[in-house]
């Protein structure tokens, strides 16, 4: 296909397919989504929302309820217990499924680190699309094993001022 040709159809196609079709193409080149099949990963492409930031941008916050995961297309995040980094991760890893699957509140605070993109699954979607996609079921599985979850302590109560 020459390079007009490839222009042409790109003009022809609504934006949305375009993005569809590129996030696709991105997926597949992750190790976590090699088995799956060109349309299984549309359909996790069409549930999920596309986010970008160019700036450092907290994607969740410790010791909150979980709503939704991410996929890292782009960048890299920092993974936060308190003020301390623990751990940076890089695009093709999965972020925030382990609350998601638990049902508990999220163990640590996760930021881009700069630029980023990010596919955002929301809870139902996610709950949906791990029942009618078996690779994604056995991809979050696996990365629930592998982000083994901070232990939870609630935060320290301040302490009352003596009185005398």
């Known amino acids: 296909m020459s390079l007009i040709d490839k222009h042409k ?92 699957r638990t049902g508990r509140l999220r163990s640590a605070t996760v930021t881009t680190t700069g630029a980023a993109e990010v596919l955002r699954i929301g ?4 709950a949906r699309l791990l029942d009618e996609i078996p690779a994604l079921r056995a991809t979050i599985d696996a990365t629930v094993t592998q982000h083994v979850p901070v232990a939870y302590t609630e935060p320290p109560a301040k302490a009352l001022p003596a009185t005398r």
């Open 123 to 126: 809870r139902d979607d996610l």
């Open 9 to 100: 159809d790109r003009h022809e196609k609504p934006w949305v397919e375009i993005r569809e079709d590129e996030d696709v193409a991105r997926l597949r080149q992750f190790p976590l989504f090699a088995k799956f099949s060109d349309e299984d990963l549309r359909r996790v492409v069409r549930a999920a929302h596309h986010d970008s930031t160019s700036a450092p941008w907290p994607l969740i916050h410790e010791h909150t309820p979980s709503d939704a995961c991410y996929i890292l297309l782009s960048g890299e995040v920092g993974v936060y217990v308190g003020h301390d980094r623990i751990a940076t991760l890089g695009p093709g890893e999965v972020i925030g499924e382990s609350a998601l």
